[in-house]
Nanobody
Framework: VQLQASGGGLVQAGGSLRLSCATS????????LAWFRQAPGKEREFVAAIGWRGTSTYLDSVKGRFTISRDYSKNTVYLRMNSLKPEDTAVYLC?????????????????WGQGTQVTVSS
């Protein structure tokens, strides 16, 4: 399974971005999908996940600002990010879960993309 993330960039605080992650291979259409992020000098952090039936879960600090969605026909997961803050600055990585449910734990994910940089200026 290969994952290709895109959509990152430089944006001012309060702005919006939409990240996309296209997956190839069979192990994504029935599996949970997620976004994590890693800022310089910090550990990787869960951001949002969506199960194969569409149930979702979010990091508390992004609730109400970020929305995760998936397109089954394209095997693609999206992350719409609104009201961005400087503390959202990080490399955002997409991942495919080992099973169908969304999870906040990174060990529950078996395939990872290379990441896309999001930088929010104040």
């Amino acid at each position: 399974v290969q994952l290709q993330a895109s959509g990152g960039g430089l944006v001012q605080a309060g702005g919006s971005l939409r990240l996309s992650c296209a997956t190839s291979g069979r192990a994504s259409s029935n599996n949970g999908l997620a976004w994590f992020r890693q800022a310089p000098g910090k550990e990787r952090e869960f951001v949002a996940a969506i199960g194969w039936r569409g149930t979702s879960t979010y990091l508390d600090s992004v609730k109400g600002r970020f929305t995760i969605s998936r397109d089954y026909s394209k095997n693609t997961v999206y992350l719409r990010m609104n009201s961005l803050k400087p503390e959202d600055t990080a490399v955002y990585l997409c991942a495919v879960a080992r099973g169908p449910m969304p999870s906040t734990r990174d060990y529950q994910y078996q395939y990872w993309g290379q990441g896309t940089q999001v930088t929010v200026s104040s």
